[in-house]
């Protein structure tokens, strides 16, 4: 009953148009009334500034500051030039620069909307140039943008951790595994798409310039190096691996590449700030979420449940995905973290599911809730970048929609394909 009026409420809510934060607090706090008056009111103060004050989330501010200043930098534009003269020339060499480039941004980033907006600027214009379908050109930038909610350091993978308990760099190291095969089948169906329309391979860019190319971008390959370097190494923890990716970059582009002011940084700071604290208020709203959760014994009534219908726990994650599905249509992914990982979680974790592999199923899932129509939010954010109406970007999205959907059900039922490099590195 409990549960069912909270489902209620914010599916109401977000018919009529609430923000999300409303939808995911309000049902909370009238259930509270309702359900539970006895429990004091100070509850929601302390779930509300308790679910937030964890050392893990303190990574988000710095990851989101860093991903700002190096989409409105250099560094973007630099790492695409560098992928472009050395893969660029085979066939579908643009398609091939946009996989690629938007897995090196987003090793930098952890941000699917700041890969959106960095790269689409640079490369739809160049892509529209060389022939390419406008819907080919704008699915695939929204599509490989996704690769960065799963290679570290994936923002989407922080929370989970914070939500868990699980380890970050554990996680991360799983995320840089299925993020690579997720943008290595997006490339495939690159090639097989520049098959289809007899795109041909040109000729290489001599080495000397490739060379000229790789020394402008070295600064920029230094921070994927810095920060998987420095925690895979032992030299620092991954929020203090974020610190660090916000002095590197600032020090990259004010002192080296010199694209950006003081002025620049002051704007940069105040849009991370935003960002920043519109995560948080979401983050804080879902604690309320989940100990309404936790009090209705919901996990509890979904192994039940699933006992009752003698699910084995492959279906158990056919269901998670399909719960993860059809609620990224709807809801922005950090709010389907919320809702969802607090119900399902525990009852994976009695089916034997080890937490790495679950997290790297929900993290691609909410991969995938980026681009799914109606409300897939890179949508929105292209549309915005590069003017172009909503309804054209999701028609080119469905192949690629395709593409994720099997790269799922091989990450759900092949869970060594995320797990062998994390227990590569516990040994």
């Known amino acids: 009953m409990i549960i069912f009026a909270l489902f209620i409420g914010a599916m109401l809510m977000l018919f009529f148009g609430f923000e999300m934060l409303l939808v995911l607090g309000l049902p909370g706090i009238a259930t509270k009334l309702i359900f539970f008056g006895n429990l004091p009111d100070i509850i929601f103060g302390q779930k509300i500034v308790g679910g937030i004050n964890h050392t893990t989330l303190m ?33 579908g060499g643009l398609g091939l620069t946009t996989v690629v480039a938007s897995a090196a941004f987003g090793s930098v980033s952890g941000s699917a909307p700041a890969t959106v907006a960095a790269l689409g600027r640079i490369l739809y214009p160049e892509m529209k140039r060389d022939g390419y379908r406008d819907t080919m050109a704008l699915g695939l930038l929204v599509s490989s943008a996704e690769v960065a909610l799963l290679i570290p350091p994936s923002i989407t993978l922080i929370i989970y951790a914070w939500l868990t308990g699980t380890s970050v760099a554990s ?17 495939v169906y690159v090639v097989i798409d520049a098959y289809r329309n007899g795109r041909e391979a040109r000729p290489p860019m001599p080495w ?6 790789i020394g402008r971008s070295a600064w920029a390959l230094g921070l994927p190096v810095v920060l998987l370097g420095g925690i895979y190494g032992g030299f620092f923890t991954p929020t203090e691996a974020a610190a660090m990716s916000v002095v590197y970059a600032l020090l990259v582009e004010l002192v080296i590449y010199r694209e950006l002011t003081f002025a620049d940084i002051r704007r940069i700071a105040t849009s991370a700030a935003i960002t920043t604290a519109t995560i948080f208020v979401l983050l804080a709203m879902g604690s309320i979420v989940a100990y309404f959760i936790t009090l209705a014994q919901l996990p509890a009534a979904v192994i039940e449940f699933l006992h009752y219908i003698d699910a084995n726990w492959i279906v158990f994650l056919l269901i998670v ?14 709010s389907t973290l919320l809702i969802l990982v607090p119900a399902l979680y525990p009852v994976a974790l ?21 681009i799914t129509p109606p409300f897939g939010l890179d949508i929105f954010v292209a ?3 590069l003017n172009e109406p909503v309804a054209k970007i999701i028609s080119g999205v469905w192949p690629f929609i395709a593409v994720n959907l099997i790269t799922l059900a091989v990450v ?9 490099l994390p227990r590569l590195l516990a040994e």
């Open 383 to 385: 549309s915005s970048t």
């Open 208 to 213: 000397p310039k490739r060379i000229q190319v």
């Open 412 to 420: 759900t039922y092949l869970p060594d394909l995320s797990m062998f």
């Open 350 to 370: 009695t089916y034997g599911i080890d937490p790495i592999h679950f997290g790297i199923i929900v993290c691609l899932n909410t991969c995938i809730g980026m």
């Open 59 to 91: 990574a988000i501010p710095f990851f989101v500051l860093a991903a700002e200043l190096m989409a409105r930098g250099n560094i973007a534009r630099q790492l695409t030039e560098l992928v472009k003269v050395m893969i660029g020339h085979h066939r």
């Open 321 to 334: 995905n399909l719960l993860f599905l059809v609620a990224g249509m709807f809801v922005d992914p950090n």
């Open 171 to 187: 996680l991360f190291a799983a995320g840089l595994v299925v993020g690579l095969f997720l943008a290595f089948a997006f490339a």
